[in-house]
């Protein structure tokens, strides 16, 4: 089949393409990096021809909670339109889990944004909701770094490894649109503070850590177990364990 992967130069939207090449099938990206711009939709309906389905990984740089909606809302009717002028058959959409819990998050606020659009428009859908990835804490310490201390949250989380939130998206491309949402998870509970301490190791990144909801990426909407997925939930199989031992990447 040929897949578009929005966000295809980026973290999971890598390694979607990546999945999609190994079984066989064409990928086509669409980022600005290959002069796709999704906020403007500018050449995107001639990239979609002969497209069967379209997987939506893009991750737009916001600041704030307007710009947060704008920006996956404007993405996501920019990919239907052309989706629907060029007969794609299925979106889509990487999402989080958990996403209704968490008030306060201008990038909770977007992915709901982006989670309407879906929803409402007329190309058939599947939304994959994925827990935090198990790079996460290890990125949102890399953003609070104050008097050189990295500030992390201490969340429980229920991590999922990147390439297995990369080949659940293309098992779900492949496979007919569900017109609604599944969550999926990695298969146990771990700390955060932990996990980005661990991470840092495994890297060689010397970083010292403070656990703190006090100037931390996330604030205490995201405290106790708001992030761990409901009973049934599917789970990928590779453990962060296993994730730290095969290289942290
Ligand atoms: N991190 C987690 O733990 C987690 C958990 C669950 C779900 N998610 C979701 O996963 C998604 C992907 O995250 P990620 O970490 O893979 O993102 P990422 O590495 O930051 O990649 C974002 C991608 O979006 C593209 N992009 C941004 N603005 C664009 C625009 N205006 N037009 C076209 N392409 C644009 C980027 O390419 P250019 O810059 O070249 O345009 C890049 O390819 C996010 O939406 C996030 O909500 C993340």
Same mark, same amino acid.
């Given at each position: 089949m040929r897949i578009a992967v929005a966000g295809g130069t980026g973290r999971i939207g890598g390694l979607v393409v990546t999945e999609l090449t190994r079984r066989g099938h064409e990928a086509v990206s669409l980022s600005r990096g290959v002069g796709i711009d999704l906020l403007t939709g500018v050449g995107l309906r001639q990239r979609l021809e002969g497209v069967d389905a379209v997987i939506d990984a893009t991750n737009p740089p916001v600041a704030d909670i307007a710009e947060a909606e704008h920006a996956f809302a404007t993405i996501t009717r920019n990919l239907l339109t052309a989706e629907t002028e060029t007969g794609v058959r299925h979106h889509v959409a990487l999402s989080i889990a958990a996403l209704d819990a968490v008030a306060g998050n201008p990038h909770y606020y977007g992915k709901r944004a982006q989670e309407r659009e879906v929803a409402a428009g007329s190309v058939p859908f599947t939304i994959v909701r994925a827990t935090q990835f198990h790079d996460f804490p290890a990125m949102i310490a890399e953003w609070t770094v104050v008097d050189g201390e990295a500030i992390? &949250?201490?969340?429980?989380?229920? &991590?999922?490894? &990147?390439?297995d939130v990369a080949a659940a998206l293309v098992d779900t491309a492949l496979d007919a649109p569900l017109s609604a949402s599944f969550d999926i998870a990695g298969p146990r509970t771990e700390d955060a503070v932990d996990m980005a301490r661990r991470t840092f190791t495994a890297r060689g990144t010397d970083l010292p850590l403070r656990a703190s909801w006090q100037g931390a990426a996330l604030g205490v909407e995201f405290a106790g177990e708001v992030l761990i997925p409901a009973p049934g939930t599917r789970l990928a199989p590779t453990s962060f364990d296993e994730w730290l031992a095969a290289g942290a990447r």
């Amino acid at each position: 089949m040929r897949i578009a992967v929005a966000g295809g130069t980026g973290r999971i939207g890598g390694l979607v393409v990546t999945e999609l090449t190994r079984r066989g099938h064409e990928a086509v990206s669409l980022s600005r990096g290959v002069g796709i711009d999704l906020l403007t939709g500018v050449g995107l309906r001639q990239r979609l021809e002969g497209v069967d389905a379209v997987i939506d990984a893009t991750n737009p740089p916001v600041a704030d909670i307007a710009e947060a909606e704008h920006a996956f809302a404007t993405i996501t009717r920019n990919l239907l339109t052309a989706e629907t002028e060029t007969g794609v058959r299925h979106h889509v959409a990487l999402s989080i889990a958990a996403l209704d819990a968490v008030a306060g998050n201008p990038h909770y606020y977007g992915k709901r944004a982006q989670e309407r659009e879906v929803a409402a428009g007329s190309v058939p859908f599947t939304i994959v909701r994925a827990t935090q990835f198990h790079d996460f804490p290890a990125m949102i310490a890399e953003w609070t770094v104050v008097d050189g201390e990295a500030i992390v &949250p201490p969340l429980l989380v229920q &991590p999922i490894a &990147p390439a297995d939130v990369a080949a659940a998206l293309v098992d779900t491309a492949l496979d007919a649109p569900l017109s609604a949402s599944f969550d999926i998870a990695g298969p146990r509970t771990e700390d955060a503070v932990d996990m980005a301490r661990r991470t840092f190791t495994a890297r060689g990144t010397d970083l010292p850590l403070r656990a703190s909801w006090q100037g931390a990426a996330l604030g205490v909407e995201f405290a106790g177990e708001v992030l761990i997925p409901a009973p049934g939930t599917r789970l990928a199989p590779t453990s962060f364990d296993e994730w730290l031992a095969a290289g942290a990447r």
